[in-house]
């Protein structure tokens, strides 16, 4: 059953449980390049610091916990897009431009921001 959830990134509802508070810590440096990526790429609809929008849904989630979306399904959702299946978003549109070095950054991002929440 879908639970409605509230959040910086309004009422979409989602699956599980609302996410842990907004990651506070200075990006570490071997992170910045991917930090600096998902701003220009990944945070209008991924809010920032991956905490969601009214366009997209959070990344520092459990729903994207590595061990539920691994890392290749990052890359698959950039390269096709994704149909919309955990949040009520809308389908997303694959992310042109992007090399696999650049996801892979992003992705470096992400997991360090979600090791921080405590997602693992």
């Keep these: 059953m879908l639970a409605a959830l509230v959040g910086p990134w309004g009422s979409a509802g989602c699956a599980g449980d609302a996410p842990p508070p907004p990651v506070t810590a200075p990006t570490p440096a071997?992170?910045?390049?991917?930090?600096?990526?998902?701003?220009?790429?990944?945070?209008?609809?991924?809010?920032?610091?991956?905490?969601?929008?009214?366009?997209?849904?959070?990344?520092v989630h459990r729903v994207y916990e590595p061990s539920h979306h691994a890392d290749a399904a990052f890359l698959r959702a950039v390269q096709v897009g994704v149909r919309a299946h955990h949040w009520r978003f809308g389908d997303m549109r694959p992310v042109p431009g992007l090399t696999l070095d650049?996801?892979?950054?992003?992705?470096?991002?992400?997991r360090w921001l979600q090791r921080e929440a405590g997602i693992r």
């Design 30 to 59: 071997e992170h910045v390049a991917g930090e600096q990526l998902f701003g220009a790429r990944c945070g209008a609809c991924h809010g920032l610091r991956g905490g969601g929008s009214a366009q997209g849904p959070p990344l």
């Design 102 to 110: 650049d996801v892979d950054r992003i992705v470096g991002y992400v």
